[in-house]
């Protein structure tokens, strides 16, 4: 078990995370926050590559920078962004890292042989990376946070380049993953966890704003999530009254969903909330400072 103890990070005056405390055991979590929110932040300390200002991270009972190694030994890490020598194969660049890793060659190309298969590559496997889309390139990641067989799985914004059946090949792998290990898996993207994920974690202003299941954190928007169909006219007086979450052209008139949380009317359906729907309203002044 990873608890997560009254944590805090600064960067001089600047604070990117604020007394947070989580717990994870074996399963699958979602850190799911807007870019700039402090995912990354966590995953980091979580990975051991930065440390907190303030709190402690500790795995059974121990901290984990203390731990050092042994800890390390069981962690399997994907960053944002990730080395890789272009003029490698696949097979070349992880038997590479198996070797830095301490895992014997033969035990390495038996393994290898297996990951690139489970990450859809087993037909590239001596080609040279450096022909590979992003996709393909972000699969090697994948394989090579799973060398050591982890008992801790980190993954940081995992999907990004990969298409819609890239996408749905890693959820089934991570599903199968998680069985056996603790898998947390830092995104933005709704879709990529809301059907996989034990339990979501979502941060706003620096601090824990959820950690608990998909259906818990849909509930929080019970009764306040509606759908109309509008005249275009009617739109721009729509999206300064209530908060839209999507707009639909549909036979020459507007679909709407959107939040009220005092009366409806008539014409609205009320509609069960989702992953998404709470994510853009939680995160509705963040989002908006994005586009």
């Known amino acids: 078990m990873i608890v997560v103890k009254d944590v805090s990070k600064q960067y001089g005056d600047f604070t990117a995370l604020q007394n947070v405390n989580l717990e994870f055991s074996n399963g699958l979590y979602g850190l799911l926050?807007?870019?700039?929110?402090?995912?990354?932040?966590?995953?980091?300390?979580?990975?051991?590559?930065?440390?907190?200002?303030?709190?402690?991270?500790?795995?059974?009972?121990?901290?984990?920078?203390?731990?050092?190694?042994?800890?390390?030994?069981?962690?399997?890490y994907l960053p944002q962004q990730f080395g890789y020598y272009k003029n490698?194969?696949?097979?070349?660049?992880?038997?590479?890292?198996?070797?830095?890793?301490?895992?014997?060659k033969k035990e390495a190309l038996s393994k290898i042989d297996e990951l690139l298969q489970k990450v859809a590559l087993s037909d590239v496997v001596n080609k040279k990376m450096k022909k590979f889309s992003g996709g393909m390139i972000q699969r090697v990641g994948i394989a090579q946070a799973l060398l050591n067989d982890p008992e801790i799985l980190i993954l940081?914004?995992?999907?990004?380049?990969?298409?819609p059946k890239e996408r749905a090949r890693f959820r089934h792998l991570l599903t199968d993953l998680a069985r056996e290990r603790l898998v947390i898996i830092s995104t933005h993207i709704v879709?990529?966890?809301?059907?996989?994920a034990n339990e979501i974690i979502m941060i706003r202003?620096?601090?824990?704003?959820?950690?608990?299941?998909v259906e818990d954190i849909c509930a929080?928007?019970?009764?306040?999530?509606?759908?109309t169909t509008i005249d275009f006219d009617q739109l721009e007086y729509f999206r300064q009254k209530y908060i839209l979450l999507s707009e639909k052209q549909e036979y020459g008139q507007m679909t709407v969903r959107f939040i009220h949380k005092v009366h409806s009317e008539d014409e609205w359906t009320s509609v069960p909330p989702q992953l998404e729907d709470v994510f853009l309203y939680e995160y509705r002044d963040e989002l908006e400072g994005e586009n």
Request: charge should be negative.
């Open 33 to 76: 926050a807007p870019n700039g929110a402090g995912k990354t932040t966590l995953i980091k300390m979580l990975a051991t590559l930065i440390s907190p200002t303030k709190g402690e991270i500790l795995y059974n009972g121990k901290n984990i920078n203390d731990m050092d190694d042994q800890y390390r030994e069981m962690l399997g």
């Open 220 to 227: 929080t928007l019970n009764g306040s999530v509606f759908e």
């Open 156 to 163: 940081d914004e995992p999907t990004a380049g990969l298409d």
């Open 88 to 104: 490698y194969s696949p097979k070349q660049y992880l038997l590479y890292l198996a070797a830095l890793k301490g895992i014997g």
């Open 205 to 213: 202003n620096k601090q824990l704003l959820y950690k608990d299941s």
């Open 191 to 196: 879709s990529d966890i809301e059907s996989i």
